[in-house]
């Protein structure tokens, strides 16, 4: 799963599950990132930060 399809489905259930941040966490790890990813990177923080998304 690509990250923006992994933020999307954060948008849609408003949480992110063990298994979306087990995809996260597997991303981050295995490479570098161009500009959009790291857009869609810097979306993930702000709705982690605000509060708009549960984490379970």
Same mark, same amino acid.
């Given at each position: 799963?690509? =990250?923006?399809?992994?933020? +999307?489905?954060? =948008? $849609? %259930? &408003?949480?992110? %599950?063990?298994? =979306?941040?087990?995809?996260?966490?597997?991303? @981050?790890?295995? &490479? /570098?990132?161009? /500009?959009?990813?790291?857009?869609?990177? $810097? &979306? @993930?923080? +702000?709705? @982690?930060?605000?509060?708009?998304?549960?984490?379970?």
């Amino acid at each position: 799963m690509q =990250l923006a399809q992994i933020l +999307q489905e954060i =948008l $849609k %259930t &408003r949480q992110v %599950t063990p298994v =979306l941040e087990q995809q996260i966490d597997s991303i @981050l790890w295995s &490479r /570098d990132f161009d /500009d959009t990813e790291m857009e869609t990177l $810097k &979306r @993930l923080e +702000q709705i @982690l930060s605000d509060g708009s998304v549960a984490v379970s």
